[in-house]
């Protein structure tokens, strides 16, 4: 059948019309948890997302929202801060919310054109902003604070011994609330924000004659000497320091007088220095072999930071005798509980070394020996003897006796304290413990382990040993009158310390040597490392051939890094473990622990 021409423009109007409803309602049905077509937020395109991808869009833009810079101006002054810290941020909810259901409020007719609408032009969702009142407010008061330029209050100064009266003047004011309330007007952006308000100027809250009401009452408390006493010892403050003690205070019921505690505290540390007693710090000694830990105890000085509190309350009340002062406790540098975690409890090493009895160079050793004894490496430290021990002076208890210098020898004060390098080099070695700084004598001495051992000089060569255990390492010297044993105590961390190969080398006409040791922890890993040593072929000659008068380098303080290889041959002439010795104590010096600050 055939329609008419006016059935078929009917027809025709109607599918023209009927089409895009059917499209619309089509889209809708089909869009589900998807974005409409053609929008973006903030200007970032989400048209077609999943709200999945539309979070992550609008978890990025808070993100940089938080970040961006915020100027507050006043007047003349200017503070910054971030959006985030001023408790800006974006309602990530209600701005996901928005996007996903843009376009989906008012009647069917609205929606439907807003719907045609978005094929020819973009939608542009702006992120909701909110503003966390309390979080705005400690930071406005934090920014503000010593910017605002607020009204000083009358007060007083000491002139000529009396206190006379101050008068205050105005400053500037800002109202903290009113910059909460700027915040709340600004909306999402991506540069950077600012608000203004206005400030206006604040006058004192008190006068002139209330300050001299305060400056009376400070002059009667005042008005005449005062005896404290603080420990054992007493003192008499006069006047001019009690006032110099004195602040003014304004309050919201009036202006007060009150002492500065800092100002207070610190005249009374120095008037009264003589009241402290140094802490004891917990210390450790050997008892038949036996690592014996001895408690430590708490020191105390003047004052602890109530005693400016007890002395204005003294002042009102004129107590009859010495005011007592409260002393402050000062802790030990090492406790008892913190000596203990070392782990200090059996021998990791121990080596000896042989000297003839009665040289004058055995008072030197012995002198080193007593004051290294009790020292405890802790764990990451690096122990150095010449920060420990200074240099050696006739003062200390040092003596002349021979020296090698630029390979000669001569008689210095503290000669012979290269043996007790040597000997706690040796311990070192066989304890696995790292070297930081050392260097060989540059003449091979006999009684010492070929390439095996380290000289002393001041302000250098030194000795540095560096403790890379997580155990403390105490080290516990103990001599003979014909020896030097140097013992190190701490928990097991290898399960042996060899030394596992030896080389040399002509370096001119001296010798370089270059001692190999393998350290097996108790894991089983082995790491090997080197220490090395020159020598040169008799003394006064150089390792170039020049004779006494040139100075140049004849030994190695280079420490290379360790490496893991397999272990070689043992030359069948060299000692490769630490000999085995009984451990002497020497109970007749004190004992002593330092604890020495890592080096670079």
């Known amino acids: 059948m055939r329609l008419s021409r006016r059935a078929a423009l009917v027809l025709c109007a109607f599918i023209v019309a009927v089409a895009p409803i059917a499209g619309w309602i089509a889209s809708t049905s089909a869009r589900g948890d998807r974005a409409p077509e053609n929008l973006k937020v903030a200007g970032q395109a989400v048209g077609g997302d999943t709200r999945a991808d539309v979070t992550e869009v609008v978890d990025g833009l808070a993100t940089a929202y938080a970040a961006l810079p915020v100027t507050v101006a006043a007047g003349d002054v200017t503070v910054s801060s971030t959006a985030g810290a001023l408790g800006l941020s974006v309602d990530e909810p209600a ?39 309390s979080v705005a407010t400690a930071e406005v008061n934090r920014i503000l604070a010593g910017k605002t330029g607020g009204p000083v209050e009358p007060s007083f100064a000491q002139q000529g011994g009396e206190l006379v009266a101050v008068a205050g003047h105005p400053g500037l004011g800002i109202e903290t609330p009113d910059v909460v309330a700027a915040l709340h007007s600004l909306r999402y952006s991506k540069k950077d924000m600012k608000v203004e308000v206005a400030s206006h100027t604040v006058q004192p809250k008190y006068s002139v004659d209330d300050a001299q009401k305060l400056v009376d009452e400070a002059n009667e408390l005042t008005s005449k000497p005062i005896e404290v006493k603080a420990g054992e010892m007493t003192t008499s403050l006069d006047v001019p320091t009690l006032r110099s003690f004195l602040v003014g205070k304004a309050g919201a019921d009036g202006l007060t007088v009150g002492l500065d505690p800092t100002v207070t505290n610190d005249a009374l540390a120095k008037q009264l220095a003589g009241a402290a007693t140094a802490p004891q710090d917990a210390s450790i000694s050997i008892v038949n072999g036996v690592p014996t830990p001895a408690p430590g105890h708490p020191g105390a000085k003047c004052c602890a930071p109530t005693a400016s509190d007890v ?53 030197n050793i012995h002198r080193m020996a007593d004051l290294v004894r009790g020292t405890i490496i802790r764990p990451g430290d690096v122990f150095s003897i010449n920060q420990l021990v200074g240099e050696r002076t006739e003062e200390k208890g040092f003596v002349f006796a021979p020296a ?6 001569e008689d210095q004060v503290g000669g012979g304290v290269s043996q007790f390098a040597t000997t706690l080099f040796n311990a070192s070695f066989f304890a696995g413990l790292d070297f930081v700084q050392y ?30 255990t997580p155990y403390g390492i105490l080290i516990w010297p103990s001599y003979t009158n014909s020896s030097l044993t140097v013992t190190l105590f701490s928990t097991k961390y290898f399960s042996s310390v060899d030394q596992s190969n030896q080389t040399s080398a002509p370096s001119g006409v001296c010798t370089s040597v270059v001692t190999e040791r393998t350290r097996v922890y108790l894991d089983g890993t082995k790491k090997v490392d080197v220490v090395r040593a020159r020598y040169r072929p008799s003394e006064g000659i150089n390792c170039d051939g020049s004779g006494p008068g040139t100075t140049t380098t004849t ?18 002439t060299q000692p490769t473990t630490a000999p085995t010795v009984p451990v002497e104590t020497v109970p007749t010096v004190p004992t002593t622990v330092l604890l020495t600050p890592s080096t670079p």
């Not at 069917?108 to 719907?115: P, S």
């Not at 060989?440 to 030194?462: C, F, K, V």
Request: net charge negative.
């Open 311 to 363: 002395l204005f309350a003294a002042l009102h009340t004129r107590p009859f005798g010495a005011v007592d002062l409260p002393l402050e406790e000062v802790p030990p540098a090492l406790s008892t509980d913190q000596l203990n975690a070392l782990g200090i409890k059996e021998v990791v090493a121990t080596f000896t070394t042989k000297h003839k009895a009665g040289e004058a160079r055995v008072t």
């Open 439 to 468: 260097q060989s004598h540059s003449l091979y001495i006999s009684r010492y382990p070929y390439g095996r051992e380290a000289t002393l000089g001041w302000p250098g060569p030194d000795l540095q040993i560096r403790n890379t």
């Open 555 to 572: 030994t190695s303080t280079t420490v290379p890094a360790e490496t893991t290889v397999a272990p070689t041959t043992v030359p069948p």
């Open 404 to 409: 090698i210098a630029e390979g000669l020898h």
């Open 95 to 133: 701005t996901v919310k928005a996007v996903m259901d843009h376009g989906e409020s008012g009647f069917a007719g609205a929606r439907f054109f807003r719907w045609v609408w978005s094929y020819v032009s973009d939608s542009d969702v702006e992120p909701s902003v909110t503003v966390d009142d």
